[in-house]
């Protein structure tokens, strides 16, 4: 079973930077994309930016400009740089993966809360 372990995750005020981790207990290059979602209180669980083995990468209109995705292939690990934050980027955020073929099969990590204090 993959597992996807999250760090980084802490407390910042507005305006303030942080960057989270995902680290793979498996070859990162098996999955077809690696990303990030967030999840606020009270709010569904939405897509933060993914990035494709082949490195195309995908951003939430609201993090556009401000967050950056990148992988380490050899460390099996992702990263989401996030700049300029706002109290609004408050949430959990998990680490997820997906594999494609043969199947299609979903990997989430547990979680890291990031607090963004105004």
């Known amino acids: 079973q993959v597992q996807l372990v999250e760090s980084g995750g802490g407390l910042v005020q507005a305006g303030g930077s942080l960057r989270l981790s995902c680290a793979a207990s498996?070859?990162?290059?098996?999955?077809?994309?690696m990303g990030w979602y967030r999840q606020a209180p009270g709010k569904q669980r939405e897509l933060v930016s993914f990035i494709t083995n082949d490195d195309r990468t995908n951003y939430a209109d609201s993090v556009k400009g401000r967050f950056t995705i990148s992988r380490d292939n050899d460390k099996n690990t992702v990263y989401l740089q996030m700049n300029s934050l706002k109290p609004e980027d408050t949430a959990v955020f998990f680490c997820?993966?997906?594999?494609?073929?043969?199947?299609?099969?979903?990997?989430w990590g547990q979680g890291t809360q990031v607090t963004v204090s105004s």
């Open positions: 997820h993966a997906a594999a494609y073929y043969p199947r299609h099969v979903d990997y």
């Open positions: 498996d070859n990162i290059l098996r999955f077809n994309t």
